[in-house]
């Protein structure tokens, strides 16, 4: 089975400052999905950020980038700029890039990370 | 078009009653996954429907759970004879078939058993 770990339960930074937010998992496939979500007070879980274990490019989006390290089976991500709204949980969860018909084809999330923006 | 729903967004129970938890994907999503959040356990997944067939059970916690969906669209988890350690927040996902990685998320079900 795989797992997912995050090991900050919370992280503080300053507006506009940058964080990085860390992840590793455990898998013994080749072929899989990273990804990093985010979940405000208000439960919406919202897609930050998605990774394709074969694409060796790091992926992209706007202010949120990540340093994906296959062989250390590591997942990071990178929020440059920092804002008040992105104050959330922030989520990394792993997806089998094969359909098993079982338990694979769910997400498996980390703990989460909470992170706070200071003003 | 309209994001993944889910209602009631809250539910308090008593111990020993029947829940009925709904799920609304997006339009022409034919993969839907339930998870349930909880403070002690984080986030689980529970199960999955391709259409409206659940392939795999396993990941639901006890015999007293069930969920099904008709017409490949909205799903129900039931939970019969609630306890206290049914509490949590009860998320749907769906996405657009089996094969697609991305999954949309609910607001989710605030499920407290008193």
């Known amino acids: 089975a795989q797992t997912v770990t995050q090991s900050q339960p919370e992280m503080s930074v300053q507006e506009a400052e940058t964080v990085t937010l860390s992840c590793t998992y455990d898998?013994?496939?080749?072929?899989?999905?990273l990804f990093w979500y985010k979940q405000p007070p208000s439960r919406q879980m919202i897609l930050v950020i998605r990774q394709e274990a074969y694409k060796q490019q790091n992926a992209t989006e706007n202010r949120f980038s990540v340093n994906f390290q296959k062989a250390a089976k590591s997942f990071s991500l990178k929020i440059s700029d920092s804002q008040l709204g992105d104050a959330a949980m922030y989520f990394c969860a792993y997806r089998s890039a094969w359909y098993s018909g079982g338990g694979a084809d769910g997400l498996t999330f980390g703990k989460g990370t909470h992170l706070i923006i200071q003003p | 078009g309209a994001g993944v729903s889910q209602s009631p967004s809250n539910k308090v129970t008593e111990k020993g009653k029947d829940v009925e938890l709904r799920c609304d994907p997006i339009?022409?999503?034919?993969?839907l996954y339930w998870y349930r959040q909880s403070l002690g356990q984080g986030l689980e997944f529970l199960i999955y429907?391709?259409?409206?067939?659940?392939?795999?059970k396993s990941g639901l916690p006890s015999d007293r759970f069930s969920a099904e969906r008709t017409g490949g669209s909205v799903s129900t988890l039931t939970i019969q004879r609630t306890q206290q350690e049914d509490s949590a927040v009860y998320l749907c996902a769906s996405s657009l078939d089996r094969n697609t990685d991305t999954q949309y998320f609910g607001p989710g079900t605030r499920l407290t058993v008193l």
């Open positions: 339009s022409g999503h034919t993969a």
């Open positions: 429907f391709q259409g409206n067939s659940a392939p795999d």
């Open positions: 898998t013994s496939e080749s072929d899989y999905y």
